[in-house]
């Protein structure tokens, strides 16, 4: 796994933050800066922490893992690219109390955006792979594109929540592919 694909992968499993981060620009009067700091060290936060956690419950079973790789790579990327494909196309309205950016609001958008970090985080475990390096590179990543989700929010609202979605999802599957046939 090269660090382009761990970018890539950073750039996919942001895409459910960044959506939700949309929500949260549009609930939000104008553009806050404290909503997009809040939104990208939770989402960032989540998004680092889960495939370290991840890779952690892999590296116990890694002796099966390894030798299967590619395989167990390809299926969890196409299973969360293809579930971030099929929420793309019955996505709901952002809703009342998106503006809320307490604890009580963030923490479970926080876990629920970052759950399928920890599968990537199990498929990590079965590469020669610096998972230093890709937690930090994938919550930065998710920092600054959610960041810029409430932004854009602020500015155009729910025109680019579901085409975020169909992105991230294109990309994991791609990736998945990519890994499956060793390219």
Same mark, same amino acid.
């Given at each position: 796994?090269?660090?382009?694909?761990?970018?890539?992968?950073?750039?996919?499993?942001?895409?459910?933050?960044?959506?939700?981060?949309?929500?949260?620009?549009?609930?939000?009067?104008?553009?806050?800066?404290?909503?997009?700091?809040?939104?990208?060290?939770?989402?960032?936060?989540?998004?680092?922490?889960?495939?370290?956690?991840?890779?952690?419950?892999?590296?116990?079973?890694?002796?099966?893992?390894?030798?299967?790789?590619?395989?167990?790579?390809?299926?969890?990327?196409?299973?969360? &690219?293809?579930?971030?494909?099929?929420?793309?196309?019955?996505?709901?309205?952002?809703?009342?109390?998106?503006?809320?950016?307490?604890?009580?609001?963030?923490?479970?958008?926080?876990?629920?955006?970052?759950?399928?970090?920890?599968?990537?985080?199990?498929?990590?475990?079965?590469?020669?792979?610096?998972?230093?390096?890709?937690?930090?590179?994938? &919550?930065?990543?998710?920092?600054?594109?959610?960041?810029?989700?409430?932004?854009?929010?602020?500015?155009?609202?729910?025109?680019?929540?579901?085409?975020?979605?169909?992105? &991230?999802?294109?990309?994991?599957?791609?990736?998945?592919?990519?890994?499956?046939?060793?390219?």
């Amino acid at each position: 796994m090269t660090l382009l694909d761990i970018i890539l992968i950073g750039i996919g499993l942001a895409m459910d933050a960044f959506a939700v981060s949309i929500c949260k620009g549009l609930a939000s009067p104008g553009f806050r800066i404290r909503t997009a700091l809040s939104c990208g060290l939770w989402f960032g936060g989540f998004q680092a922490l889960m495939p370290l956690l991840g890779y952690l419950l892999g590296s116990t079973v890694s002796g099966y893992i390894s030798r299967y790789a590619g395989l167990v790579a390809f299926v969890l990327l196409c299973f969360v &690219g293809g579930s971030m494909l099929r929420e793309s196309f019955h996505q709901e309205d952002c809703g009342e109390g998106g503006a809320d950016i307490g604890p009580s609001a963030m923490l479970p958008l926080a876990v629920a955006t970052s759950i399928d970090a920890l599968a990537i985080g199990v498929s990590f475990a079965g590469y020669q792979i610096n998972i230093l390096t890709a937690i930090l590179l994938i &919550g930065l990543i998710t920092f600054v594109i959610s960041g810029a989700g409430t932004w854009i929010g602020a500015l155009f609202g729910n025109r680019y929540q579901a085409r975020a979605e169909r992105a &991230g999802g294109v990309i994991l599957i791609l990736i998945g592919l990519k890994l499956l046939l060793g390219i």
